[in-house]
Protein backbone atom coordinates (compact mmCIF):
# COMPACT_ATOMS: atom_id res chain seq x y z
CA UNK A 1 0.00 0.00 0.00
CA UNK A 2 2.48 3.15 1.36
CA UNK A 3 5.55 0.29 -0.37
CA UNK A 4 5.49 2.14 -3.55
CA UNK A 5 6.22 5.52 -1.98
CA UNK A 6 8.92 4.00 -0.28
CA UNK A 7 10.31 2.20 -3.05
CA UNK A 8 10.65 5.27 -4.78
CA UNK A 9 12.85 6.92 -2.33
CA UNK A 10 14.94 4.52 -1.75
CA UNK A 11 15.54 4.39 -5.39
CA UNK A 12 16.25 8.63 -5.38
CA UNK A 13 18.60 8.23 -2.26
CA UNK A 14 20.53 5.51 -4.16
CA UNK A 15 20.77 7.64 -7.22
CA UNK A 16 21.42 10.87 -5.16
CA UNK A 17 24.12 9.54 -3.20
CA UNK A 18 25.65 7.48 -6.12
CA UNK A 19 26.38 11.07 -7.95
CA UNK A 20 28.97 12.70 -5.72
CA UNK A 21 31.31 9.62 -6.06
CA UNK A 22 30.73 8.57 -9.46
CA UNK A 23 31.04 11.46 -11.75
CA UNK A 24 31.49 9.35 -14.61
CA UNK A 25 28.09 8.27 -14.06
CA UNK A 26 26.56 11.48 -14.25
CA UNK A 27 25.87 11.85 -17.61
CA UNK A 28 24.78 8.31 -18.33
CA UNK A 29 22.03 9.00 -15.54
CA UNK A 30 20.51 11.32 -17.63
CA UNK A 31 21.80 14.80 -15.80
CA UNK A 32 23.32 15.97 -19.74
CA UNK A 33 26.58 15.94 -21.01
CA UNK A 34 26.85 19.47 -19.62
CA UNK A 35 29.14 20.74 -16.53
CA UNK A 36 28.42 17.95 -14.43
CA UNK A 37 30.15 19.14 -11.58
CA UNK A 38 27.93 22.30 -11.32
CA UNK A 39 24.59 19.93 -11.80
CA UNK A 40 26.11 17.76 -8.64
CA UNK A 41 26.44 20.74 -6.91
CA UNK A 42 22.75 21.64 -7.71
CA UNK A 43 21.37 17.63 -7.08
CA UNK A 44 22.64 18.20 -3.00
CA UNK A 45 20.84 21.50 -2.48
CA UNK A 46 17.51 20.44 -4.23
CA UNK A 47 17.78 17.62 -2.29
CA UNK A 48 16.75 19.53 0.35
CA UNK A 49 15.62 22.24 -0.22
CA UNK A 50 12.37 20.84 -2.04
CA UNK A 51 11.39 19.06 0.71
CA UNK A 52 12.41 21.70 3.11
CA UNK A 53 9.79 24.05 0.63
CA UNK A 54 7.27 21.94 0.00
CA UNK A 55 7.14 21.98 4.12
CA UNK A 56 6.97 25.33 4.78
CA UNK A 57 4.61 25.21 2.03
CA UNK A 58 2.28 23.33 4.34
CA UNK A 59 2.96 24.78 7.40
CA UNK A 60 2.14 28.33 5.38
CA UNK A 61 -1.18 26.88 4.16
CA UNK A 62 -1.98 25.56 7.84
CA UNK A 63 -1.65 29.13 9.03
CA UNK A 64 -3.42 30.67 5.89
CA UNK A 65 -6.59 28.55 6.93
CA UNK A 66 -5.92 29.38 10.62
CA UNK A 67 -5.95 33.10 10.34
CA UNK A 68 -7.32 33.83 6.75
CA UNK A 69 -9.92 31.31 5.95
CA UNK A 70 -11.59 31.17 9.78
CA UNK A 71 -13.33 33.12 11.36
CA UNK A 72 -11.81 33.87 14.89
CA UNK A 73 -15.06 32.16 16.62
CA UNK A 74 -14.47 29.11 14.29
CA UNK A 75 -10.75 28.94 14.74
CA UNK A 76 -10.63 25.84 17.24
CA UNK A 77 -11.24 23.58 14.21
CA UNK A 78 -7.74 24.37 12.87
CA UNK A 79 -5.59 25.77 16.09
CA UNK A 80 -2.52 27.37 14.21
CA UNK A 81 0.60 25.55 14.62
CA UNK A 82 2.11 27.25 17.80
CA UNK A 83 -0.78 26.27 20.02
CA UNK A 84 -0.73 22.61 18.82
CA UNK A 85 3.34 22.82 19.63
CA UNK A 86 2.33 24.72 23.43
CA UNK A 87 -0.02 21.46 23.99
CA UNK A 88 2.94 19.53 23.66
CA UNK A 89 4.53 21.38 26.65
CA UNK A 90 1.21 21.13 28.58
CA UNK A 91 1.69 18.52 31.48
CA UNK A 92 -1.79 17.36 32.40
CA UNK A 93 -2.61 16.69 28.80
CA UNK A 94 0.82 15.41 27.70
CA UNK A 95 0.08 12.64 30.97
CA UNK A 96 -3.28 11.42 29.13
CA UNK A 97 -1.61 11.66 25.65
CA UNK A 98 1.17 9.44 27.01
CA UNK A 99 -0.94 6.74 28.99
CA UNK A 100 -3.12 6.70 25.87
CA UNK A 101 -0.30 5.51 24.13
CA UNK A 102 0.94 3.23 26.10
CA UNK A 103 -2.61 1.70 25.96
CA UNK A 104 -2.79 2.18 22.35
CA UNK A 105 1.01 0.27 22.30
CA UNK A 106 -0.41 -2.58 24.17
CA UNK A 107 -2.94 -3.30 22.10
CA UNK A 108 -1.21 -2.58 18.90
CA UNK A 109 1.79 -4.91 19.56
CA UNK A 110 -0.90 -7.60 21.18
CA UNK A 111 -3.07 -7.52 18.22
CA UNK A 112 -0.02 -8.00 15.82
CA UNK A 113 1.46 -10.69 17.80
CA UNK A 114 -1.57 -12.70 17.84
CA UNK A 115 -1.99 -11.94 14.08
CA UNK A 116 1.90 -12.80 12.96
CA UNK A 117 1.34 -16.09 14.81
CA UNK A 118 -2.29 -16.55 13.32
CA UNK A 119 -1.81 -15.57 9.54
CA UNK A 120 1.78 -17.82 9.44
CA UNK A 121 0.26 -20.78 10.36
CA UNK A 122 -2.75 -20.20 8.58
CA UNK A 123 -0.55 -19.90 5.56
CA UNK A 124 2.32 -22.54 5.91
CA UNK A 125 -1.15 -24.65 6.28
CA UNK A 126 -2.52 -23.64 2.99
CA UNK A 127 0.93 -23.82 1.50
CA UNK A 128 0.90 -27.69 2.18
CA UNK A 129 -2.34 -28.63 -0.19
CA UNK A 130 -4.02 -27.24 -2.77
CA UNK A 131 -7.23 -28.38 -1.15
CA UNK A 132 -6.25 -26.61 2.12
CA UNK A 133 -5.48 -23.54 0.04
CA UNK A 134 -8.54 -23.58 -1.91
CA UNK A 135 -10.89 -24.39 1.22
CA UNK A 136 -9.23 -21.86 3.41
CA UNK A 137 -7.81 -18.61 1.05
CA UNK A 138 -11.42 -17.88 0.70
CA UNK A 139 -11.97 -16.95 4.06
CA UNK A 140 -8.56 -14.76 3.91
CA UNK A 141 -10.23 -12.92 1.04
CA UNK A 142 -13.38 -12.47 2.77
CA UNK A 143 -11.64 -10.31 5.69
CA UNK A 144 -9.69 -8.41 3.56
CA UNK A 145 -12.75 -7.71 1.80
CA UNK A 146 -15.64 -7.31 4.81
CA UNK A 147 -15.08 -3.78 6.29
CA UNK A 148 -13.76 -4.01 10.13
CA UNK A 149 -15.82 -1.30 11.22
CA UNK A 150 -18.98 -3.41 10.33
CA UNK A 151 -17.87 -6.34 12.86
CA UNK A 152 -16.97 -4.09 15.32
CA UNK A 153 -20.45 -3.98 16.77
CA UNK A 154 -20.71 -7.77 16.41
CA UNK A 155 -17.53 -7.86 18.40
CA UNK A 156 -18.70 -5.50 21.04
CA UNK A 157 -21.78 -7.71 21.63
CA UNK A 158 -19.82 -11.12 22.08
CA UNK A 159 -16.65 -9.76 23.46
CA UNK A 160 -17.75 -6.64 25.43
CA UNK A 161 -15.76 -3.73 25.61
CA UNK A 162 -12.54 -3.93 27.01
CA UNK A 163 -9.30 -5.27 25.99
CA UNK A 164 -9.49 -8.57 24.67
CA UNK A 165 -12.17 -6.80 22.32
CA UNK A 166 -9.56 -4.14 20.96
CA UNK A 167 -7.26 -6.89 20.39
CA UNK A 168 -9.76 -8.69 18.24
CA UNK A 169 -10.32 -5.95 16.17
CA UNK A 170 -6.71 -5.36 15.42
CA UNK A 171 -6.03 -8.90 14.88
CA UNK A 172 -8.58 -9.09 12.26
CA UNK A 173 -7.22 -5.87 10.45
CA UNK A 174 -4.00 -6.36 10.36
CA UNK A 175 -4.19 -10.77 9.51
CA UNK A 176 -4.98 -10.54 5.96
CA UNK A 177 -1.25 -9.02 4.33
CA UNK A 178 0.62 -11.14 6.82
CA UNK A 179 -1.50 -14.64 5.59
CA UNK A 180 -1.16 -13.12 1.24
CA UNK A 181 2.59 -12.51 1.83
CA UNK A 182 3.14 -15.40 3.56
CA UNK A 183 1.62 -17.66 1.09
CA UNK A 184 2.97 -15.67 -1.93
CA UNK A 185 6.23 -16.01 -0.02
CA UNK A 186 6.08 -19.40 0.83
CA UNK A 187 5.34 -20.10 -2.91
CA UNK A 188 7.21 -18.43 -4.88
CA UNK A 189 10.00 -20.42 -4.03
CA UNK A 190 12.48 -21.35 -7.37
CA UNK A 191 11.43 -24.82 -9.13
CA UNK A 192 15.06 -25.72 -9.34
CA UNK A 193 15.49 -25.88 -5.75
CA UNK A 194 12.35 -27.62 -5.10
CA UNK A 195 14.12 -30.64 -7.31
CA UNK A 196 17.39 -29.97 -5.61
CA UNK A 197 15.37 -31.20 -2.52
CA UNK A 198 13.45 -33.39 -4.29
CA UNK A 199 16.13 -34.96 -5.30
CA UNK A 200 17.56 -35.87 -1.87
CA UNK A 201 14.19 -37.11 -0.22
CA UNK A 202 14.26 -34.42 1.89
CA UNK A 203 10.54 -34.71 3.77
CA UNK A 204 7.87 -31.64 4.10
CA UNK A 205 9.42 -30.47 7.26
CA UNK A 206 12.82 -30.45 5.95
CA UNK A 207 11.34 -28.37 2.77
CA UNK A 208 9.33 -26.18 4.98
CA UNK A 209 12.10 -25.17 7.59
CA UNK A 210 15.19 -25.07 5.35
CA UNK A 211 13.72 -23.92 1.71
CA UNK A 212 10.38 -22.24 1.77
CA UNK A 213 10.50 -20.00 5.48
CA UNK A 214 14.09 -18.73 4.57
CA UNK A 215 13.38 -17.59 0.80
CA UNK A 216 9.65 -16.45 2.06
CA UNK A 217 11.26 -14.02 4.69
CA UNK A 218 11.15 -10.76 2.36
CA UNK A 219 7.86 -11.45 1.31
CA UNK A 220 6.76 -11.49 4.95
CA UNK A 221 8.46 -8.84 6.45
CA UNK A 222 6.91 -7.10 3.68
CA UNK A 223 3.94 -8.57 5.18
CA UNK A 224 4.61 -7.43 8.81
CA UNK A 225 5.50 -4.19 7.88
CA UNK A 226 2.05 -3.62 6.24
CA UNK A 227 0.55 -5.28 8.90
CA UNK A 228 2.12 -3.38 11.51
CA UNK A 229 0.48 -0.13 10.58
CA UNK A 230 -2.79 -1.46 10.31
CA UNK A 231 -2.77 -2.44 13.51
CA UNK A 232 -2.17 0.81 15.07
CA UNK A 233 -5.11 1.76 13.21
CA UNK A 234 -7.15 -0.82 14.75
CA UNK A 235 -5.87 -0.01 17.81
CA UNK A 236 -7.43 3.17 17.80
CA UNK A 237 -10.70 2.27 15.71
CA UNK A 238 -11.50 0.26 18.07
CA UNK A 239 -11.14 2.69 20.95
CA UNK A 240 -12.73 5.27 19.37
CA UNK A 241 -15.93 2.78 19.09
CA UNK A 242 -15.65 0.84 22.68
CA UNK A 243 -15.27 4.15 25.05
CA UNK A 244 -14.58 2.37 27.57
CA UNK A 245 -12.32 1.05 29.44
CA UNK A 246 -8.54 2.25 30.02
CA UNK A 247 -8.70 5.14 27.21
CA UNK A 248 -5.74 4.30 24.85
CA UNK A 249 -5.26 7.24 21.97
CA UNK A 250 -9.06 6.89 20.03
CA UNK A 251 -10.85 7.48 23.54
CA UNK A 252 -8.62 10.47 23.96
CA UNK A 253 -9.01 11.78 20.56
CA UNK A 254 -12.82 11.46 20.95
CA UNK A 255 -12.70 13.34 24.34
CA UNK A 256 -10.71 16.35 23.31
CA UNK A 257 -13.04 16.62 19.97
CA UNK A 258 -15.69 16.61 22.38
CA UNK A 259 -14.77 19.55 24.47
CA UNK A 260 -13.55 21.25 21.97
CA UNK A 261 -9.62 21.38 22.57
CA UNK A 262 -8.64 21.43 18.70
CA UNK A 263 -5.27 21.88 19.66
CA UNK A 264 -5.16 18.94 22.06
CA UNK A 265 -7.02 16.99 19.09
CA UNK A 266 -4.32 18.09 16.94
CA UNK A 267 -1.29 16.73 19.12
CA UNK A 268 -3.10 13.82 19.80
CA UNK A 269 -3.62 12.84 16.05
CA UNK A 270 0.13 14.10 15.72
CA UNK A 271 1.28 11.38 18.58
CA UNK A 272 -1.06 8.31 16.69
CA UNK A 273 0.73 9.74 13.69
CA UNK A 274 4.21 9.28 14.68
CA UNK A 275 3.41 5.83 16.49
CA UNK A 276 2.21 4.68 13.16
CA UNK A 277 5.34 5.53 11.06
CA UNK A 278 7.28 4.18 14.26
CA UNK A 279 5.71 0.53 13.81
CA UNK A 280 6.09 0.84 10.11
CA UNK A 281 9.72 1.83 10.45
CA UNK A 282 10.53 -0.65 13.21
CA UNK A 283 9.06 -3.60 11.01
CA UNK A 284 11.17 -2.25 7.86
CA UNK A 285 14.28 -2.01 10.38
CA UNK A 286 13.79 -5.80 11.72
CA UNK A 287 13.43 -7.34 8.25
CA UNK A 288 16.16 -5.77 6.97
CA UNK A 289 17.98 -7.30 9.99
CA UNK A 290 16.59 -10.28 8.81
CA UNK A 291 17.04 -10.73 5.35
CA UNK A 292 18.77 -7.45 4.52
CA UNK A 293 22.31 -9.42 4.36
CA UNK A 294 20.98 -11.92 1.63
CA UNK A 295 18.08 -9.92 -0.18
CA UNK A 296 18.34 -6.57 -2.14
CA UNK A 297 15.36 -4.57 -0.63
CA UNK A 298 15.05 -1.96 -3.47
CA UNK A 299 13.42 -4.80 -5.69
CA UNK A 300 10.95 -4.94 -3.09
CA UNK A 301 7.68 -4.67 -4.38
CA UNK A 302 5.23 -6.14 -2.33
CA UNK B 1 46.03 -30.49 -7.85
CA UNK B 2 47.96 -32.11 -10.04
CA UNK B 3 48.09 -35.18 -9.29
CA UNK B 4 45.89 -37.55 -10.68
CA UNK B 5 45.33 -40.35 -9.02
CA UNK B 6 44.38 -43.58 -7.34
CA UNK B 7 43.64 -46.36 -9.58
CA UNK B 8 41.18 -45.58 -11.82
CA UNK B 9 39.16 -48.17 -13.27
CA UNK B 10 39.20 -48.01 -16.96
CA UNK B 11 36.12 -46.81 -19.46
CA UNK B 12 33.69 -48.98 -18.87
CA UNK B 13 35.17 -51.32 -16.44
CA UNK B 14 33.88 -50.18 -13.55
CA UNK B 15 30.03 -51.30 -12.07
CA UNK B 16 26.83 -49.70 -13.93
CA UNK B 17 25.59 -47.21 -12.53
CA UNK B 18 22.82 -46.05 -15.17
CA UNK B 19 20.69 -48.33 -17.81
CA UNK B 20 18.48 -47.34 -20.11
CA UNK B 21 16.29 -49.54 -22.53
CA UNK B 22 13.92 -48.20 -24.90
CA UNK B 23 13.32 -44.99 -22.95
CA UNK B 24 10.53 -43.02 -24.33
CA UNK B 25 8.73 -40.07 -22.82
CA UNK B 26 5.65 -37.81 -24.03
CA UNK B 27 4.15 -35.03 -22.35
CA UNK B 28 0.46 -34.70 -21.68
CA UNK B 29 -0.01 -32.21 -24.09
CA UNK B 30 1.16 -34.92 -27.16
CA UNK B 31 5.09 -33.63 -27.18
CA UNK B 32 7.08 -36.79 -27.72
CA UNK B 33 10.31 -35.72 -26.12
CA UNK B 34 12.02 -39.12 -26.12
CA UNK B 35 11.94 -42.30 -28.41
CA UNK B 36 13.81 -45.86 -28.03
CA UNK B 37 17.02 -44.32 -26.06
CA UNK B 38 19.26 -46.73 -24.86
CA UNK B 39 22.11 -45.74 -22.91
CA UNK B 40 24.48 -47.28 -20.11
CA UNK B 41 26.76 -45.64 -17.75
CA UNK B 42 29.22 -47.12 -15.44
CA UNK B 43 31.64 -45.63 -12.81
CA UNK B 44 34.84 -44.32 -14.32
CA UNK B 45 32.80 -43.55 -17.27
CA UNK B 46 32.19 -39.96 -18.53
CA UNK B 47 29.16 -39.79 -21.12
CA UNK B 48 28.10 -36.81 -23.15
CA UNK B 49 25.15 -36.05 -24.91
CA UNK B 50 25.13 -33.45 -27.66
CA UNK B 51 22.19 -32.57 -29.11
CA UNK B 52 20.15 -29.08 -30.53
CA UNK B 53 18.52 -27.01 -27.87
CA UNK B 54 14.90 -28.49 -27.05
CA UNK B 55 16.10 -32.09 -27.84
CA UNK B 56 14.88 -33.41 -25.26
CA UNK B 57 18.17 -33.82 -23.68
CA UNK B 58 17.66 -32.22 -19.96
CA UNK B 59 14.01 -34.70 -20.34
CA UNK B 60 16.72 -37.57 -20.38
CA UNK B 61 18.57 -36.42 -16.86
CA UNK B 62 15.44 -35.83 -15.40
CA UNK B 63 14.34 -39.33 -15.96
CA UNK B 64 17.98 -40.59 -15.08
CA UNK B 65 17.39 -39.34 -12.04
CA UNK B 66 14.27 -39.93 -11.38
CA UNK B 67 12.55 -36.44 -11.14
CA UNK B 68 10.10 -37.69 -13.81
CA UNK B 69 9.41 -40.85 -14.79
CA UNK B 70 9.80 -42.76 -18.50
CA UNK B 71 6.66 -43.02 -20.60
CA UNK B 72 7.68 -46.41 -21.50
CA UNK B 73 11.14 -48.54 -21.39
CA UNK B 74 12.83 -48.92 -18.53
CA UNK B 75 15.24 -46.59 -16.72
CA UNK B 76 17.09 -47.90 -14.00
CA UNK B 77 19.74 -46.28 -11.70
CA UNK B 78 21.80 -48.41 -9.33
CA UNK B 79 23.54 -46.03 -7.41
CA UNK B 80 23.45 -45.36 -3.80
CA UNK B 81 23.96 -41.71 -4.25
CA UNK B 82 23.44 -39.42 -7.10
CA UNK B 83 24.67 -35.95 -7.73
CA UNK B 84 22.94 -33.73 -9.77
CA UNK B 85 24.22 -30.17 -10.98
CA UNK B 86 21.47 -27.99 -12.97
CA UNK B 87 21.70 -25.42 -15.28
CA UNK B 88 22.07 -22.57 -12.86
CA UNK B 89 23.57 -23.63 -9.53
CA UNK B 90 20.27 -23.42 -7.69
CA UNK B 91 22.28 -21.80 -4.67
CA UNK B 92 20.34 -20.94 -1.48
CA UNK B 93 20.65 -17.10 -1.56
CA UNK B 94 20.78 -17.00 2.33
CA UNK B 95 23.10 -19.47 2.86
CA UNK B 96 27.06 -18.80 3.09
CA UNK B 97 29.01 -20.86 0.39
CA UNK B 98 30.07 -23.90 3.04
CA UNK B 99 26.07 -23.71 4.52
CA UNK B 100 25.38 -23.95 1.07
CA UNK B 101 28.21 -27.04 0.08
CA UNK B 102 26.50 -28.68 3.46
CA UNK B 103 22.92 -28.99 2.84
CA UNK B 104 22.97 -32.24 0.70
CA UNK B 105 25.06 -34.14 3.60
CA UNK B 106 22.47 -32.31 6.35
CA UNK B 107 19.43 -33.25 3.96
CA UNK B 108 20.75 -37.04 4.06
CA UNK B 109 20.93 -36.99 7.53
CA UNK B 110 24.80 -37.14 7.70
CA UNK B 111 26.62 -36.30 11.34
CA UNK B 112 27.92 -32.95 11.80
CA UNK B 113 31.13 -33.45 12.05
CA UNK B 114 31.09 -35.44 8.65
CA UNK B 115 29.03 -33.21 7.04
CA UNK B 116 31.54 -30.41 7.98
CA UNK B 117 34.45 -32.56 7.37
CA UNK B 118 32.70 -33.35 3.07
CA UNK B 119 32.10 -29.58 2.91
CA UNK B 120 35.33 -28.18 3.65
CA UNK B 121 37.38 -31.38 1.33
CA UNK B 122 34.68 -30.42 -0.99
CA UNK B 123 35.28 -27.28 -1.38
CA UNK B 124 38.92 -27.39 -1.40
CA UNK B 125 38.51 -29.63 -4.02
CA UNK B 126 36.91 -27.22 -6.42
CA UNK B 127 39.03 -24.45 -5.45
CA UNK B 128 36.53 -22.27 -3.49
CA UNK B 129 39.26 -23.03 -0.15
CA UNK B 130 38.92 -19.11 1.23
CA UNK B 131 35.44 -18.17 0.59
CA UNK B 132 33.31 -20.31 2.71
CA UNK B 133 31.75 -17.45 4.61
CA UNK B 134 30.51 -15.40 1.43
CA UNK B 135 27.23 -15.65 0.17
CA UNK B 136 26.22 -16.34 -3.33
CA UNK B 137 25.65 -12.53 -4.15
CA UNK B 138 29.27 -12.47 -3.66
CA UNK B 139 30.41 -14.95 -5.94
CA UNK B 140 30.88 -14.95 -9.95
CA UNK B 141 29.03 -17.03 -12.60
CA UNK B 142 31.95 -19.70 -12.35
CA UNK B 143 32.15 -19.59 -8.73
CA UNK B 144 28.94 -20.29 -8.02
CA UNK B 145 29.03 -23.35 -10.14
CA UNK B 146 31.79 -24.66 -8.37
CA UNK B 147 30.00 -24.14 -5.11
CA UNK B 148 27.38 -26.31 -6.95
CA UNK B 149 29.54 -28.85 -7.76
CA UNK B 150 30.86 -28.51 -4.19
CA UNK B 151 27.88 -29.66 -3.52
CA UNK B 152 27.12 -32.83 -5.40
CA UNK B 153 30.77 -33.71 -4.68
CA UNK B 154 29.82 -34.03 -0.17
CA UNK B 155 27.62 -37.02 -1.12
CA UNK B 156 30.60 -38.75 -3.06
CA UNK B 157 28.17 -40.18 -5.57
CA UNK B 158 28.67 -43.17 -7.73
CA UNK B 159 26.52 -41.21 -10.51
CA UNK B 160 27.25 -37.42 -11.44
CA UNK B 161 24.25 -35.87 -13.76
CA UNK B 162 25.36 -32.43 -15.58
CA UNK B 163 22.68 -30.37 -17.21
CA UNK B 164 24.47 -27.97 -19.37
CA UNK B 165 26.46 -26.49 -16.22
CA UNK B 166 28.80 -24.36 -18.02
CA UNK B 167 26.14 -23.23 -20.81
CA UNK B 168 25.86 -19.54 -19.40
CA UNK B 169 29.84 -19.21 -18.45
CA UNK B 170 32.47 -17.06 -20.86
CA UNK B 171 34.30 -19.38 -22.59
CA UNK B 172 37.44 -19.19 -20.22
CA UNK B 173 35.85 -19.73 -17.06
CA UNK B 174 34.25 -22.89 -19.10
CA UNK B 175 37.70 -24.05 -20.43
CA UNK B 176 39.04 -23.67 -16.50
CA UNK B 177 36.21 -25.54 -15.28
CA UNK B 178 36.45 -28.13 -17.82
CA UNK B 179 39.56 -28.92 -16.77
CA UNK B 180 38.71 -29.06 -12.99
CA UNK B 181 35.91 -31.34 -14.11
CA UNK B 182 37.89 -34.00 -15.70
CA UNK B 183 40.27 -33.74 -12.58
CA UNK B 184 37.43 -34.41 -10.72
CA UNK B 185 36.54 -36.98 -12.84
CA UNK B 186 39.71 -39.17 -12.37
CA UNK B 187 40.05 -38.59 -8.95
CA UNK B 188 36.91 -39.99 -7.86
CA UNK B 189 36.20 -42.60 -10.28
CA UNK B 190 32.23 -41.76 -10.64
CA UNK B 191 30.17 -42.39 -13.62
CA UNK B 192 28.73 -38.99 -15.17
CA UNK B 193 26.36 -38.18 -17.56
CA UNK B 194 26.71 -34.94 -19.63
CA UNK B 195 24.36 -32.77 -21.90
CA UNK B 196 25.40 -30.17 -23.32
CA UNK B 197 25.09 -27.89 -27.07
CA UNK B 198 28.79 -27.83 -27.62
CA UNK B 199 30.85 -30.43 -29.37
CA UNK B 200 34.25 -29.53 -28.14
CA UNK B 201 32.92 -29.68 -24.65
CA UNK B 202 31.52 -33.02 -25.42
CA UNK B 203 34.65 -34.36 -26.89
CA UNK B 204 37.13 -32.76 -24.56
CA UNK B 205 35.48 -33.88 -21.37
CA UNK B 206 34.35 -37.27 -22.50
CA UNK B 207 34.95 -40.89 -22.35
CA UNK B 208 32.45 -41.12 -24.93
CA UNK B 209 29.73 -38.95 -27.01
CA UNK B 210 26.26 -39.77 -27.87
CA UNK B 211 25.09 -37.95 -30.40
CA UNK B 212 21.03 -37.07 -30.33
CA UNK B 213 18.66 -36.02 -32.88
CA UNK B 214 15.80 -33.31 -32.57
CA UNK B 215 12.41 -33.95 -31.81
CA UNK B 216 11.68 -36.63 -30.28
CA UNK B 217 15.04 -37.52 -29.11
CA UNK B 218 16.85 -40.62 -29.90
CA UNK B 219 20.59 -41.52 -30.05
CA UNK B 220 21.82 -40.92 -33.95
CA UNK B 221 25.74 -42.00 -33.36
CA UNK B 222 28.32 -42.97 -30.37
CA UNK B 223 31.76 -42.49 -30.52
CA UNK B 224 34.59 -43.73 -27.92
CA UNK B 225 36.44 -40.49 -27.34
CA UNK B 226 40.27 -42.26 -27.35
CA UNK B 227 41.90 -39.20 -25.19
CA UNK B 228 43.84 -40.41 -21.96
CA UNK B 229 43.11 -39.11 -18.14
CA UNK B 230 46.03 -36.70 -19.16
CA UNK B 231 43.52 -34.05 -21.20
CA UNK B 232 45.36 -30.63 -21.27
CA UNK B 233 43.62 -27.17 -23.22
CA UNK B 234 46.35 -27.82 -26.12
CA UNK B 235 44.39 -31.32 -26.99
CA UNK B 236 41.45 -28.77 -28.43
CA UNK B 237 43.98 -27.87 -30.83
CA UNK B 238 45.72 -31.29 -32.18
CA UNK B 239 44.22 -32.74 -35.36
CA UNK B 240 42.73 -35.71 -33.84
CA UNK B 241 40.65 -33.83 -31.74
CA UNK B 242 39.63 -31.57 -34.50
CA UNK B 243 38.84 -35.13 -36.30
CA UNK B 244 36.81 -36.28 -33.72
CA UNK B 245 35.00 -33.09 -33.53
CA UNK B 246 34.20 -33.00 -37.23
CA UNK B 247 32.99 -36.27 -36.95
CA UNK B 248 30.49 -35.61 -33.59
CA UNK B 249 29.64 -32.35 -35.37
CA UNK B 250 29.10 -33.67 -38.91
CA UNK B 251 26.55 -36.31 -36.81
CA UNK B 252 24.76 -34.00 -35.36
CA UNK B 253 23.59 -32.11 -38.06
CA UNK B 254 22.66 -35.28 -40.28
CA UNK B 255 20.69 -36.17 -37.07
CA UNK B 256 18.82 -32.42 -36.91
CA UNK B 257 17.97 -32.55 -40.69
Same mark, same amino acid.
Given at each position: ??????????? +????????? +?????????????????????? %???????????????????????????????????????????? /? =???? #????????????????????????????? /???????????????????????????????????????????????????????? #????????????????????????????????????????????????????????????????????????????????????????????????????????????????????????????? /? | ????????? /????????????????????????? +??????????? =?????????????????????? &????????????????????? %??????????????????????????????????? +?????????????????????????????????????????????????????????????????????????????????? &????????????????????????????????????????????????????
Amino acid at each position: MSAPVRTRTTE +ETAVTTTLP +EAPAAAPALGTGGTAPLVRRRG %AGVTRWAAPLAVFAGLIGLWYAITYLVLEPSKRFLMPPPQDVLA /A =FTDG #PTMERIGEALAQTVKVTFTGLAIAIVLGM /AWAVLMSQAKVAERSLFPYAVALQCIPILALVPLIAFWFGYGFPARVIVCVLIALF #PIVSNTLFGLQSVDRGMHELFDLHGASRTTRLLKLQLPAAMPAIFAGFRISAGLSVVGAIVGDVFFKQGQAGLGIVLDNFRNRIQGAELFATILVAAALGFAVFALFGWLGRLAVGRWYDQSRDA /A | MSAPAPSVP /AAGTGTRVLRFRDVAKAFPDGTVAL +EGVDLDVHRGE =FVTVVGPSGCGKSTLLRIASGL &SPATSGTAEMDAARIGYVFQD %ATLLPWRTVLKNVQLLAELHGMSKTATNQAARDAL +ELVGLKGHERKLPRALSGGMRMRASLARSLTLDPDLFLFDEPFGALDEITRERLNDELIRLFHAKGFGALFITHSVSEAVYL &STKVLVMSGRPGHIVDTFEVPFGADRTPELRFTPEFAALSGQVSHALRAGHS
